[in-house]
């Protein structure tokens, strides 16, 4: 079936411009993380999202960072005023977890990414 | 919170060798090690992962050990093809109760760049 896909693949932004990124995780998938990748470093946290309800924001930069995800499916990481710090790729993932208390982890599975460009 | 370091940052090897990348990690209640290979410009696949109940998994060519005493992982890569040079990420979740319902969060390593000479 269709992986996680992520749109666009590509923004270049004037600083100071908002910015949306959308992230269509796979079918069916109750997990969805956000994930900040700079040039030659590991994906680091972001936040994350179980159905509509966001459990964890806990990596998010600062408070120019917004993510929604309002029917529990497809997510949007916004970005407010960009900087240019903020170019990195952004990585989305999902899960499929089952319900109940202190299962193990569910594989995640990442989308192919947006890389963003602040000039 | 969780720190993951892995070594080496770069690792050339000639094809047919053997690769091996290790990680260490600092938080004891992480369970889940997955390991991922990232291609330029691609996203991250999952190669093989394990869980804190095992010490050792296999497949194929790729195994991946768990000390969880010493709090160390390892991936190794075994007669190396030019299709494995890639970016490799090694990662370790701790599960995270989130309404009743565990999530774990990755914390990555800084990546092993991987290069298979023919």
């Given at each position: 079936g269709a992986g996680v896909s992520q749109s666009p693949r590509y923004k270049v932004a004037k600083r100071g411009q908002d910015v949306?990124?959308?992230?269509d995780p796979i079918s069916g998938h109750v997990s969805l993380f956000w994930y900040q990748q700079a040039l030659g470093q590991g994906p680091e946290f972001l936040t994350y999202f179980q159905n509509e309800a966001q459990l964890d924001k806990s990596g998010l930069p600062s408070?120019?960072?917004?993510?929604?995800?309002?029917?529990?499916?497809?997510?949007?990481?916004?970005i407010q005023r960009t900087q240019q710090e903020d170019s990195a790729v952004y990585l989305?993932?999902?899960?499929?977890?089952?319900?109940?208390?202190?299962?193990?982890?569910?594989?995640?599975?990442f989308g192919p990414g947006t890389r963003l460009t602040v000039l | 919170g969780e720190n993951v370091e892995q070594h080496?940052?770069?690792?050339?090897?000639?094809?047919?060798?053997?690769?091996?990348?290790?990680?260490?990690?600092?938080?004891?209640?992480?369970?889940?090690?997955?390991?991922?290979k990232q291609e330029l410009g691609k996203r991250p696949q999952l190669i093989i992962d394990i869980r804190s109940n095992v010490g050792e998994k296999k497949d194929q060519r790729i195994?991946?050990?768990?000390?969880?005493?010493?709090?160390?992982?390892?991936?190794?890569?075994?007669?190396?093809?030019?299709?494995?040079?890639?970016?490799?990420f090694c990662?370790?979740?701790s599960p995270s109760n989130a309404g009743g319902t565990s999530y774990g969060k990755l914390t990555f390593g800084q990546g092993t760049i991987l290069t298979v000479h023919p």
């Open positions: 949306a990124l959308r992230c408070d120019r960072f917004f993510a929604e995800r309002p029917e529990g499916s497809v997510s949007t990481l916004k989305c993932a999902s899960s499929l977890v089952t319900s109940g208390r202190w299962r193990s982890t569910d594989t995640q599975y | 080496p940052s770069t690792l050339s090897v000639q094809e047919g060798d053997s690769a091996v990348i290790k990680c260490t990690y600092s938080d004891s209640a992480s369970n889940y090690f997955p390991w991922y195994a991946v050990t768990l000390n969880k005493t010493a709090k160390h992982f390892s991936l190794h890569i075994t007669e190396t093809q030019p299709e494995d040079s890639a970016v490799y990662a370790a979740a």
